[in-house]
Structure formats: C-alpha cells, structure tokens
C-alpha cells in the first residue's frame, strides 16, 4: 500500500449508502436520462466508478417533495461533512411566505433540542450509536440549526424594518433622564 493512498471518505461513503437504501435509484436515473446501473455502481463505495458533482445535484434535486417542499440533501451533507462543515436548507416555503412568529419558531427550537437530549440519554444508558439513531439525531440536530438560522433571519429582518426606532428606544435606554434617574 502507498503512503500517499487517500483515506477512505468515510462520511461521504455513508450518505452514498443511506441515500441507495432509502431511495429507488434506477426512477432518480430515469429522470434525467442517466444509465440505473452506472449510478447504482458509483453510489457504491467497493466500486471505481466515482459520481460527479452534476450527478450529485441531480440525485439531491430529484428527490425535492413538492407536498412537503423538502429533498434529500445527505449526499451534500456527507460531502461537507468530508471538509468538516455543514449547510442547513432553507426551506423556501417559508421564506416566500409570511414567518412564523418568533414563539412558534422557539418552540421549534426547544422541541428539536428536547429531541436531541432525548437521543443523548439514549444513546449514554446504552454506550452505542447504530446508523439509525445516527441519522436521526443528525437530521435533528441539523432541523434545530434551520430553526435556529431562521430565527436570526426574521430577528435581524425585523431590525432592518424599523432601524431608527429601534436605535431610538436603544438610545433612549442608555440615557440617563433628569427626574427619571
């Protein structure tokens, strides 16, 4: 073996498999006219073959839900989890619509958080993470990021939509007032 060999993209190599399990790949191939079985073999870690970043899109792209306006983005997850980073859809029903209110969107937030201390509870009584409860508490915790980006979305937009009163009310709460003090 070479010293120069590659380490196995271990993350990525997951995403390919989940991805493979959870969807019919030869319909996604179909879509956009791609050979089933080439895909088949470069979803496959033990295979030469290697998917493109076109490819890539395409499969993510292909598998967006217009009932409940989410796709499948665990290939582009896997793949930046490769250069240790991270991105959070953002789903554009929400943002094309009126925002939740900042409440709603806590709630949200605290569901998501309770779920995830649930799965780390979980996860210490029994000392083991099966690739289940791994991509459950993965796509949580990457639901509760969205709500939490979001969040400061609407926060920062709501500044942005009154920035003189706000700046006043801050001013005017650091001012000493004769009489008031």
Not at 85 to 92: N, Q
Not at 107 to 122: D, F, P, V
Not at 135 to 150: D, F, P
């Amino acid at each position: 073996m070479s010293a120069n060999e590659c380490p196995k993209h271990t993350a990525f190599t997951n995403a390919c498999s989940t991805f493979s399990n959870d969807h019919t790949v030869k319909q996604l191939a179909a879509k956009f006219g791609l050979n089933s079985q080439m895909l088949c073999n470069k979803l496959d870690a033990n295979k030469t073959h290697k998917l493109f970043v076109e490819e890539l899109l395409l499969l993510t792209k292909a598998t967006y839900n217009p009932a409940t306006g989410k796709m499948d983005t665990g290939l582009v997850d896997g793949l930046l989890r490769e250069l240790n980073l991270t991105a959070i859809p953002l789903p554009e029903s929400e943002i094309a619509q009126k925002p939740a209110s900042l409440t709603d969107r806590m709630l949200q937030i605290s569901s998501a958080t309770g779920e995830l201390s649930a799965h780390a509870l979980q996860i210490n009584a029994t000392n083991r993470v099966n690739r289940t409860t791994k991509e459950q508490v993965v796509k949580r915790a990457q639901c509760a990021v969205r709500e939490l980006v979001m969040l400061m979305n609407e926060v920062e937009g709501k500044f942005q939509a009154v920035p003189v009163l706000s700046c006043a009310f801050d001013a005017i709460g650091s001012m000493p007032l004769p009489g008031l003090s």
